[in-house]
């Protein structure tokens, strides 16, 4: 990846997006420095042009941008950086600079199992210390599938009863525990859904 920092007297306007959420965050900008940095610590940092210094974001408050991606635009000149925020990113105490939230409870149905699935895999590809996901990843598949198995044999139990909230909640597990096979087995929602249209179609 070319990135033409000469263009813009040294500095490169970087787009930083929630790699899960892909709300965007904030704007700033890089130099080469702050560009290797960021690759280097894997934590998002900047040129500050009003500070004339390179900070990363989080240093004060404790708010960090984990990095996960950094793309470069057609002409080299603009970065799209993926980051998973670890708390507000705006000073003002927002989670955007552009006063959205980023939250997953404002997603509809269908936005919410994506995002789900896209933490799942994050935590696939980025440990976490005391995850419970983590901890189903380093027992294997077979322990991940006869955890499934079990989460679907505890929802039949309970769909023969009349507790709704028990009912929804064994469905719930069921459908977490499936999206950690989908992970394990690198496969993913939408190519079930895939499945889904073709046999739809017939």
């Not at 799942?120 to 380093?138: A, K, M």
């Amino acid at each position: 990846m070319t990135i033409d920092f000469a263009k813009g007297g040294g500095l490169v306007p970087a787009v930083v997006q929630d790699a899960v959420t892909r709300k965007v965050l904030m704007l700033g900008y890089m130099n080469e420095e702050a560009y290797r940095l960021t690759l280097d610590r894997g934590l998002v940092t900047f040129f500050s042009r009003s500070r004339g210094r390179i900070w990363t974001k989080g240093e004060t408050s404790g708010n960090y941008l984990q990095l996960r991606e950094i793309l470069a635009d057609c002409d080299g000149d603009t970065l799209l950086v993926k980051a998973i925020p670890s708390g507000p990113v705006c000073h003002t105490g927002s989670d955007t600079c552009f006063g959205e939230d980023n939250e997953p409870n404002e997603m509809s149905t269908a936005e919410f199992l994506l995002y789900l699935e896209s933490v799942i895999r994050d935590r696939r590809t980025n440990p976490i210390e005391g995850s419970y996901t983590n901890h189903l990843f380093s027992r294997g598949l077979n322990k991940i599938a006869q955890k499934v198995g079990e989460e679907a044999v505890e929802l039949v139990i309970e769909s023969k009863d009349d507790d709704k909230d028990l009912f929804l909640g064994e469905a719930a597990d069921l459908m977490y525990h499936f999206l950690v096979l989908l992970a394990q087995k690198n496969s993913s929602l939408s190519e079930v859904v895939d499945v889904l249209k073709d046999r739809h179609s017939r």
